[in-house]
Structure formats: C-alpha cells, structure tokens
C-alpha cells in the first residue's frame, strides 16, 4: 500500500494557475502509473490526467487537455499537476491516486473510471473564482 498526500490547492482567480503536488511513500513510486481525478460539490468524481510510471506517456480529459500538464519526479517520489487558464468550473476537491499494477500502462478508458487506482489521498481544495 502507498500514502499520498496532496498539497498545493488554494483560491485562485480565472485565467490563474495552480501546481497540485502529491507526495508519496511507502512503496516504489516509480513502479507505478499515477493519477488525478477531482470532484465537485453534487457531481461524481472524474479523471483529469494519467502518467505512466516512467512518465514517458500520459492521458488527459478533454475538458483539461492544453491547460493541465501532469509530470513526475521518482527521485522525489513526487507527482504533479500544473494547471493553467484555470476557470470557475475547474473547482473542485483534487485526489492523487496510484496504480495498483507495477509496470504497467493502460488504456485512457482503463484509468478514466479510476477502478485500477488502489491508493488515493485525501484531496486539495481547488476554489477558482470568476
């Protein structure tokens, strides 16, 4: 099992940005994919971006992709989400999650319901004001 900590959410006006960290330990991070997923108030939960455990390949929501950009750090056991152009309907709680197969990549569909994720953290506030 992995612990994930999140931190780095805030308020933050349109058109801002926002870099979300999610820190890791008790196993090899760089074993495992990662991901991001948030929730708004009332709605279920949703997949913004994926990254392989090499972080050589990742998958966005479309609703995010050319604004968010997840990246990794192993050495740091570190995983990131920059966020750009942010607008009101990014506001959300963000959870990190991990995979629970090593060394292993899947498809956009596998991680977009989020079932392959084994361990999540317990969120950051996103508040992105109009």
């Known amino acids: 099992q992995v612990q994930l900590v999140e931190s780095g959410g805030g308020l933050v006006q349109a058109g801002g940005s926002l870099r979300l960290s999610c820190a890791a330990s008790?196993?090899?991070?760089?074993?495992?994919?990662m991901g991001w997923f948030r929730q708004a108030p009332g709605k279920e939960r949703d997949f913004v971006a994926a990254?392989?455990?090499?972080?050589?390949?990742?998958y966005y929501a479309d609703s995010v992709k050319g604004r968010f950009t997840i990246s990794r750090d192993n050495a740091k056991n570190t995983v990131y989400l920059q966020m750009n152009s942010l607008k009101p309907e990014d506001t959300a709680v963000y959870y990190c999650?991990?995979?629970?197969?090593?060394?292993?990549?899947?498809?956009?569909?596998?991680?977009?319901?989020?079932?392959?994720?084994?361990?999540w953290g317990q969120g950051t506030q996103v508040t992105v004001s109009s």
């Open positions: 999650a991990a995979d629970r197969r090593p060394y292993y990549f899947g498809s956009y569909s596998d991680y977009r319901g989020g079932t392959h994720f084994g361990s």
């Open positions: 008790g196993r090899t991070f760089s074993s495992y994919a």
């Open positions: 990254i392989s455990w090499s972080g050589g390949s990742t």
